[in-house]
């Protein structure tokens, strides 16, 4: 039996959770365990996706006595076109994301706040493209790139330029389905068209168009997000951190960054790191600065400069529970508005700095690439000056902290396994070692857990469980957004974690020197996730749908998170979830996407399997990687 007691237990971390809330309740603060236990009962109709309001005539809620709503559309009509929409949301959050990233490459100078850090790869994606490199100015190429890059929201013919990445087969299937992603801002808009009322309300016809704008999402927004973000701050390699709550340090100036977009927490990290800065905060009292982060930002900057990761999705409010948060600076997507009220309980400094995240009681600095330098000073100043309004009877820092590698972008990955076999297929190496491995059952597959944290799951628990499971199962685990968070909190990212796993994994670590459980980013990174099994898939010789891998969300929660799961199962990944999508109440919907001969299987030869029991869920991920091994007569 493995021992797993060494690690950061969920009871540890909720007894950390404990006393936060104790301080928070001294000063009247709401919480979110609070607020989860004010909505419950969640409504029905909601969760089971059978309330239409799409049209005014309704709202529509179909119930045995009123199977139609008034326009006639069925319940199967109506859990589809709810589909439809919560696809195109995260679609369009996440490539909108990607879309501000290809405005900040615009804006690269030499010497400029941005900056092209890894030109070689600049000019292997414009390759890729059909650019021409020779002779040109690099700042010159990373604008006519970025230029191409913005093209691809909105061109009027064509598809995605990524969609190439994929083995030709996937590519196939794409193009028999009629879902290779077009423009990406058409995709989302065709959703809102076709869900609109009097249009689609065929089933199969919106599932199949979910497809198409999580694929626009994970091979057009999000991989350029991931791509040109490399490009202007550096592709990451592997580097050690820390996690969890005590990476708070109650004698530095405390500056949380929280959000996604890396734009901003990179200058934040600069300035923080700026001799003048750390002088003021000296004067001020403080031993220096302390940046840490939350979320996918924490993600973003872990990767780069091994920033610690003070919490995930559902330890944003603790880092102001500490008490000694002196800001909490954010940019887009899953921040709570509660950190507004929240943080006038404490001395914190809320502050929003993008025009699409505005949010009651917080300081709004704008923040554009031009003035990013100056924007930035501002707010660490703006944070080392509040350091003096602290109140020492309510700083109450949790001493839970572990140690983390992180950094697994898929160059790092080739890197280090090519560090050990020298099997080179490109310039960084090659992935056919891992391929060795799980053929000969030293490692039986692997799982890319992903998503976030959600009231519905015992926070964390999911995620750290099932890993384990897998784990001590010689799965191998890449992790991104909340997950890589719920992981490295845990201490599964150390490389001694690797004693707790199976034999043949854990010959694998101690060889190649790495976590069992890698690091490849934020929620954008998944499309690294979609590239690294494109490779492994091409260097195998076989198609990714019978790779011994799949996906998995066991705590999501956001819309972002379908889109996701669309474009995982769109590419051949079967995709475990742990909590419901809203379509239980369409017999028709759930087997469209869910049916192991439904239209994902048919057409993309992957599936989403539901499972709200967590062992059950990690039994079934386990079977299914078996069974794809079977296939394969491994
Ligand atoms: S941050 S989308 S809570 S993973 Fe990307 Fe975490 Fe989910 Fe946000």
Redesign the pocket.
């Known amino acids: 039996m493995n021992n797993w007691d060494e690690l950061i237990t969920i009871e540890q971390m909720e007894e950390a959770t404990r006393t936060l809330l104790e301080n928070g309740e001294k000063v009247g603060a709401d919480s979110w365990q609070q607020r989860a236990k004010n909505q419950t009962p969640h409504c029905g109709f909601g969760e089971s996706g059978t309330c239409c309001r799409i049209c005014t005539m309704g709202p529509c809620r179909i119930t045995p006595k009123a199977p139609r709503g008034i326009c006639g559309c069925d319940v199967h009509g109506i859990v589809a076109r709810n589909y439809l929409r919560f696809t195109a949301g995260g679609s369009a959050t996440h490539s909108d994301h990607g879309r501000e990233i290809c405005h900040t490459l615009h804006e690269t100078r030499e010497g400029g706040n941005y900056q092209v850090k890894d030109p070689e790869k600049l000019k292997r994606i414009a390759k890729e493209w059909g650019v021409e490199t020779e002779g040109k100015d690099i700042y010159d190429l990373a604008h006519e790139m970025a230029e191409l890059a913005l093209l691809e929201y909105g061109k009027p013919f064509g598809t995605q330029k990524f969609i190439k990445r994929a083995p030709e087969h996937t590519q196939e299937l794409w193009a028999k389905a009629d879902i290779e992603p077009r423009a990406i801002d058409r995709e989302v808009s065709q959703s809102l068209h076709m869900t609109h009322m009097g249009c689609s309300s065929l089933p199969e016809a919106l599932i199949r168009h979910s497809l198409r704008s999580g694929l626009s999402d994970g091979w057009g927004g999000s991989m350029m997000g991931t791509e040109f973000s490399d490009v202007m701050f550096g592709t990451p390699k592997p580097m050690d951190t820390e996690a969890n709550i005590g990476v708070m340090d109650k004698d530095m100036v405390n500056i949380i960054v929280h959000g996604?977009d890396p734009s901003l927490s990179e200058m934040i990290v600069f300035y923080a790191n700026d001799p003048e800065m750390i002088a003021l905060a000296k004067e001020q009292g403080a031993k220096g600065i302390n940046i840490a982060g939350v979320?996918?930002t924490a993600n973003e900057v872990t990767m780069r400069h091994g920033i610690p990761m003070a919490g995930?999705?559902l330890s944003q409010e603790n880092v102001v529970l500490t008490g000694a948060c002196e800001a909490i600076v954010v940019d887009v997507?899953?921040i709570f508005p509660a950190l507004g009220p929240l943080s006038k309980c404490f001395h914190t400094k809320f502050i929003t700095t993008s025009p699409i995240a505005q949010i009651p009681e917080a300081e709004f600095i704008r923040f554009n690439a031009e003035t990013a330098g100056e924007n930035a000073k501002a707010i660490v100043k703006m944070a080392i000056m509040n350091f003096k309004n602290r109140k020492p009877e309510l700083v109450n820092i949790p001493q839970l902290k572990t140690k983390a590698r992180v950094g697994y972008s898929v160059e790092a990955i080739k890197k280090e396994l090519d560090g050990v076999c020298n099997s080179h297929v490109d310039e960084f190496g090659s992935l056919k070692p891992l391929v060795d491995v799980v053929k000969s059952g030293v490692l039986r597959g692997a799982v890319a857990m992903?998503?976030?944290?959600n009231p519905k799951v015992r926070p964390d628990t999911a995620h750290i469980e099932l890993m384990k499971k897998l784990l001590a199962n010689d799965i191998i685990v890449v992790v991104t957004?909340?997950?890589a968070q719920a992981a490295a909190k845990a201490g599964l990212m150390d490389p001694d974690a690797a004693k707790y796993c199976g034999e043949g994994l854990k010959r694998v670590c101690k060889l190649v020197g790495i976590p069992p459980v890698l690091h490849m980013g934020?929620?954008v990174d998944i499309s690294r996730m979609m590239i690294l099994a494109s490779d492994v898939a091409k260097d195998w010789g076989i198609n990714i749908s019978q790779i011994p891998l799949c996906g998995c969300a066991p705590e999501?929660?956001?819309e972002?998170?379908v889109s996701i799961g669309n474009y995982v199962v769109a590419t051949g990944i079967d995709t475990y979830l742990g909590v419901d999508p809203y379509t239980k109440g369409s017999s028709e919907v759930t087997e469209l996407l869910q049916g192991e001969n439904g239209l994902c299987q048919q057409l993309v030869e992957a599936h989403f399997i539901v499972d709200t029991d967590l062992e059950s869920l990690g039994d079934k991920m386990i079977a299914g990687i078996e069974a794809k091994r079977a296939a394969l007569g491994i």
Do not use: E, I, L, P
């Not at 992903?450 to 944290?453: D, H, K, L, Q, T």
């Open positions: 996604h979320c996918c995930n999705f997507q899953c992903v998503g976030c944290n957004g909340c997950s934020s929620c999501w929660m956001s972002k998170a």
